[in-house]
């Protein structure tokens, strides 16, 4: 049994922001509490009542479209955040660990408080963008398919800014960017190739990109760049240059031997 401090400060944390009295006990009064069977796969992002997941006991197992393990979320973490919004994200799934019981709480209380509050309809949706960007990674960089690095990977990630790109715009090379992820849309690269949604590339301003789609992409300035490198030193080693394929260690050629074939390309290793 669950005393109401316990499930308010879960539902604080999850929003990111303090919401009023009144407000904070319509969530509770209308949310679902759940237990969920040990390794039962009980949730799915494109089949999923659309809502906000928030672990209260036990542990949830996150996988992905293989159905490999990507994280294990604790007492007080959430997931969902895609189903809240309508682009389209990559598929991710559920497993119940032991002991799970989960609050959820739904899209018509959610949609009030993201229409009033800003912050909390930004953190959901920046919560929703960052894991896409994780799964990205992990699928088209040829990131370790290793749990424990999850966490690192995603406080790198959050420090790389997002920028929407029209078809035609000009690179903000100004701004002094070290890394590059795309995460939608379509830019070439000097030699008329399309890059890698996910791949993490380095390029130079005189390196000549096009941008021929409505894009979204994320940038890294050289100032976060050792900050990142300290919540993930990995990153260095699948950082591409312009078009070229990232060195792969003997264990990430083990670990995706479930992903997709793809083409083959030289390989080079960026020195930061």
């Keep these: 049994m669950f005393v109401q401090d316990n499930i308010e400060q879960k539902i604080t944390s999850a929003l990111g922001e303090n919401i009023s009295e009144q407000e904070l006990r319509n969530c509770i009064e209308t949310a679902e509490t759940i237990d969920v069977p040990v390794a039962k796969l009980f949730w799915q992002v494109t089949e999923a009542e659309k809502g906000l997941y928030i672990v209260l006991d036990g542990k949830v197992r996150l996988l992905d479209y293989f159905e490999n393990l990507v994280t294990t979320l604790s007492a007080g973490e959430s997931f969902g955040e895609a189903t809240l919004f309508e682009q389209q994200f990559i598929p991710y799934a559920g497993r119940a660990s032991h002991n799970l019981k989960i609050c959820f709480l739904k899209q018509e209380v959610l949609q009030s408080l993201m229409d009033k509050y800003p912050k909390i309809r930004q953190k959901l949706l920046d919560k929703a963008d960052i ?142």
């Design 131 to 272: 894991w896409d960007l994780l799964l990205l990674c992990r699928q088209n960089s040829q990131f370790p398919q290793y749990s424990s690095q999850v966490s690192g990977l995603l406080q790198a990630l959050s420090l790389f800014e997002k920028y929407k790109l029209e078809a035609s715009a000009k690179i903000p090379w100004e701004q002094d960017f070290k890394l590059w992820l795309l995460h939608r849309g379509e830019i070439l690269n000097s030699d008329n190739e399309l890059l890698t949604l996910g791949k993490i590339y380095s390029f130079e301003k005189q390196d000549n990109l096009q941008v021929v789609q409505p894009t979204i992409a994320y940038f890294l300035k050289q100032e976060d760049l050792q900050t990142a490198l300290q919540h993930c030193p990995e990153l260095a080693e699948f950082i591409t240059t312009n078009g070229d394929r990232p060195k792969i260690s003997p264990k990430d050629r083990i670990s995706r031997k479930h992903q997709p074939p793809r083409k083959n390309s030289s390989s080079e290793t960026v020195a930061l």
